[in-house]
Every structure is written in C-alpha cells, then in structure tokens.
C-alpha cells in the first residue's frame, strides 16, 4: 500500500504544457504551499501538513522532476530552472483557484520558492525557506576542503553524461548517503518511507541531474540579474537553518538580510531532515510566519 499523508487526496494537476505535478491537497482556508527537497517528495511533509491543514488549505507537490510529477527532458538549461519550478508552483495555484498563498520549501523546494517569490511577488504573501541559503550565495560560501560536503553539487553540475550513468550505477547508494549523513535522528525517516524516497530518486535520476545543473548556470544568472537590478523579497520570510554557515565559516543570517527586508532567521538544533525531525517546531514557526 503505498504511503499517503492522512486526510489528504493525492492527484496529478496540470500546470504547464505537457507536464503535471502530483500533488496532496488538504485541508481549508488560505493557501499555503510546501515544496519538498533533496533526495525526497512530498512526503517529506507527512507530519507538518495535517497540523497546517487545520488551518490552511495546504498544498504539497512533488517537484517537476521529483516523484511522481512530470519529468520533461532538459532539451534547453531553463527545463529544470527555478524560474521554470517556480512557475510550476504558480500554475499549481491556479489550477486550484488560489490568487495569492503562502509558500514554504525545504532545500530545493527552498530554491524554487526563493526563486517565486523573487519573480511572482504579488501571488506569495509569505515565503518560508528552510536550510539553504540563496543559490548565487551558495557558490560563494563553498571553497577549499570545507566544499566537500556538497561533492554532488559539483558532481551534477558537469556535463550531460558521466553524472547521469554514475549515479545511475549505485542509485540507492547515493541517494540513501544524504539520507543518512544528513540527518541527525535516522529514526525520523523511518524503513518504509525511506524505500519509498529511494525509489522515487532511482526513477527520476535524470531530472534530479538537470536540476542541480540548472543550479551553477542558469539559476546563478537569474540570481545574479536580480541582485544586480535591486530586487529583494517584499513579502514577510521566515529562514530556519542548521547551524551549518558556523562550521564552513559564514554568518547565515547575514547573507540572509540583504535579500529580505522583513526578515525572521532562526537556526535549529535538528539536522537538516527539519520537518520530519522537528515537525511541531516547523509547523509552529510556519503558523507563526503567516500571521505576519
């Protein structure tokens, strides 16, 4: 049987030409949006987003790329863009009748709503970002041997070929190391729903590629247009980080503030698997970022 969250209805919503999101829609009242990260789906939310839906109508898709949503070829560098992902999202929006909603992600669900909400200022009311910090800001942070812990960035970022046959080649093996090293409470992703991510990832190897290598082109392009322009985040932003800017030597909170003039930072003490180690704290702090 496969893994749903409780109370919600799973089902696939078109949101551009020729590619669906599948998505778990629950709840009533506001919209709010939960984007998941890497190497998961939507399911990463399985415990925040029946507490949000008392509250919200509270949408969770899995990412163009990602699950069971659609995986177009990166026939162009802007397939698998933020600027792309983040349209996604505004599509999924208006397939459900919703103007403007609330919008959380979760590493490179981070990345897209970080991206909408720079590109469709007027649909995110609030934005909650969880354990990145922006894609041009990541490049720069990472130097010398403290850049090792993101290998895969550099790794997916080469070439269309040698990524996709290694990772290929040891799927589970690459995908269940992030799982693992990641995670401060290995019990928190329990047997089956990490079978369940694996499997998800072992489908979608090429999608994942194209997105991570959307990140050192494309992605660094857009940010760097929009940092160059001025443009910042008009809405209110919650940040909540590992204390990771700490251990390779920069202040996440100050790279943060450039970027969001209404800005909340907070870090935790729970690895960077947040919403399924730390459930009640994410969910209060997302509570509390759309009363602002």
């Given at each position: ?35 998941h ?5 939507h ?31 990166a ?26 909603f ?91 729903v ?40 008009t ?58």
């Amino acid at each position: 049987m496969s893994i749903t969250i409780p109370g919600f209805e799973t089902r696939p919503i078109q949101v551009a030409d020729g590619v669906e999101l599948n998505a778990a829609v629950g709840g009533e009242g506001p919209a709010l949006v939960l984007l998941h990260g890497f190497p998961q789906t939507h399911l990463m939310w399985r415990h925040v987003a029946p507490v949000l839906a008392g509250h919200h109508t509270v949408v969770c898709p899995d990412l163009r790329g990602y699950g069971a949503s659609g995986k177009p070829e990166a026939v162009t560098e802007d397939t698998y863009s933020k600027r792309t992902m983040a349209a996604d999202v505004v599509g999924l929006a208006d397939a459900l009748g919703f103007d403007r909603f609330a919008l959380v992600g979760h590493d490179r669900g981070a990345h897209v709503a970080f991206r909408a909400g720079l590109d469709h200022p007027h649909r995110i009311s609030h934005l909650g970002i969880l354990d990145i910090v922006p894609t041009l800001d990541t490049w720069k942070v990472l130097h010398g041997a403290g850049a090792a812990v993101a290998f895969h960035l550099y790794l997916m970022a080469q070439p269309p070929g040698l990524p996709e046959r290694m990772i290929a080649g040891s799927a589970d093996a690459f995908f269940g190391h992030f799982l693992d090293i990641w995670s401060a409470n290995p019990e928190a992703i329990p047997a089956d729903v990490r079978a369940e991510y694996l499997r998800a990832c072992r489908g979608a190897v090429a999608s994942i590629v194209a997105d991570y290598r959307a990140t050192a082109t494309v992605d660094i392009e857009h940010d760097q247009a929009d940092l160059d322009a001025g443009n910042r985040l008009t809405m209110p932003v919650t940040v909540v980080q590992q204390d990771w800017g700490r251990q390779l030597g920069f202040d996440a909170a100050a790279i943060w503030r450039p970027w969001a003039g209404d800005l909340q930072h907070f870090t935790t003490q729970a690895g960077h698997f947040m919403a399924e180690e730390a459930p009640e704290d994410i969910a209060t702090l997302i509570l509390d970022l759309v009363k602002r």
